[in-house]
């Protein structure tokens, strides 16, 4: 397996707006992800849906920390009003946002098996700027892959905030 499929993503400095969110927060091993995030995403959905409360944008996953066999993940979706937490299938969904500041993003094109590539190149433009990366990071994820199975289309928009 190469380590340079695919063209280096652009990576852009970015001024993030604080953004109220629903999700469901777990300690997950990374091989139980996809089955997470399934749960997780299916739970906000009818969380928000009963508050009335707009979706504000697409899914996405925050992670706390550098991920290794298990990850502190939360999964859910932004949203264009406050939530107010609660219990629930899924586990419960709990308000939350994510932080205003600066932070780099760059747009993922291809399988989720190779987002480190891109996590790597933002990596190196923080260095080459000289800014420490924050302990937490987060992708939106602007493809379905139950409606687009081709993981070489799916697009994953990787956001890591500056400490």
Not at 52 to 77: I, K, N, S
Not at 104 to 128: C, D, F, N, S, V
């Amino acid at each position: 397996m190469s380590g340079t499929n695919g063209p280096v993503p652009d990576i852009k400095s970015a001024h993030l707006k604080e953004q109220p969110t629903a999700v469901v927060r777990e300690t997950v091993p990374m091989s139980a992800l996809r089955g997470f995030f399934d749960r997780a995403f299916g739970a906000v959905i009818g969380a928000v849906q009963q508050q009335h409360v707009q979706l504000a944008g697409p899914p996405f996953a925050l992670y706390r920390g550098m991920p290794t066999d298990v990850v502190d993940v939360e999964a859910g979706f932004p949203l264009a009003a406050p939530f107010t937490s609660t219990g629930g299938e899924g586990g419960p969904v709990t308000a939350g946002t994510l932080p205003a500041g600066k932070a780099y993003e760059a747009m993922h094109i291809g399988p989720y098996a190779t987002l480190q590539q891109t996590y790597g190149a933002i990596m190196a433009r923080m260095q080459a700027d000289g800014v420490t990366p924050a302990g937490t990071m987060w992708e939106y994820y602007l493809s379905d892959p139950g409606a687009e199975p081709d993981p070489a289309k799916w697009q994953t928009l990787v956001v890591w905030p500056v400490a």
